[in-house]
Every structure is written in structure tokens, then in C-alpha cells.
Nanobody
Framework: QVQLVESGGGLVQPGGSLRLSCAAS????????MGWYRQAPGEQRELVAA???????KYADSVKGRFTISRDNAKNAVYLQMDSMKPEDTAVYYCNANVNSSHYYYSGDYWGRGTAVTVSS
């Protein structure tokens, strides 16, 4: 069993910043890629940023240069620093992790419940 818990969402003005955190817990041997997705009202869920266990990152074009993803492997945590935020960043942000189980020879994707981010003046 693996659980992901996000935090850090809230209301911010355009141009402002937020930092999202996600901590994984449970039957974890190791975590492969971790990432952040978001889903705006009426839209499909989209990848925002992802980071491998080795630190390789990728970003959606819409956030490149504004958002930074990082992770702490010792804490099984991933972070998303969001700067220069725009109204179009408004969405529910979800943490994702591909986890290698500590009890079975199994790897699978897990999702957090999401944290709401609103960018508005």
C-alpha cells in the first residue's frame, strides 16, 4: 500500500509564487519517476513536470522557465516551485509516483488526492 499526500495549494495573485509538496509513504522499496499533473475545470489532466530518481526533469511547455520540480529521495518527497504564476495555472494539482513495492515484485503508479491552486487577482 502506498499513499501520496500533497500540500501547499491555495490562492495566489498573478505573478506570485507557491510551493507544492508531496510525500509518499507505505510499502515502498524505491520510487522511479515522480511528477506533478494538473486538471483545470473542463480540461483533461495534463503533465506539468516530472523527475526521475536520478534527477532528470521534464516540463510542459506552458510552465517551462516558471516552474521547478525537485525531489528528496531520502524523504520520498517531490516538490514543485511555481513562480510567475498565471491565471491559466489554476487547477487541481496531483502528485504521481511510480513505486517499486517493498513486499512484491511489482511497480505501479500512485496518485495523491490533489491540492487546489487558484491564480486570481
Amino acid at each position: 500500500q502506498v499513499q501520496l499526500v500533497e500540500s501547499g495549494g491555495g490562492l495566489v495573485q498573478p505573478g506570485g509564487s507557491l510551493r507544492l509538496s508531496c510525500a509518499a509513504s507505505g510499502s515502498i522499496f524505491s520510487i522511479n519517476t515522480m511528477g506533478w499533473y494538473r486538471q483545470a475545470p473542463g480540461e483533461q489532466r495534463e503533465l506539468v513536470a516530472a523527475i526521475t530518481s536520478g534527477g532528470t526533469t521534464k516540463y510542459a511547455d506552458s510552465v517551462k522557465g516558471r516552474f521547478t520540480i525537485s525531489r528528496d529521495n531520502a524523504k520520498n518527497a517531490v516538490y514543485l516551485q511555481m513562480d510567475s504564476m498565471k491565471p491559466e495555472d489554476t487547477a487541481v494539482y496531483y502528485c504521481n509516483a511510480n513505486v517499486n513495492s517493498s513486499h512484491y515484485y511489482y511497480s505501479g503508479d500512485y496518485w495523491g488526492r490533489g491540492t487546489a491552486v487558484t491564480v486570481s487577482s
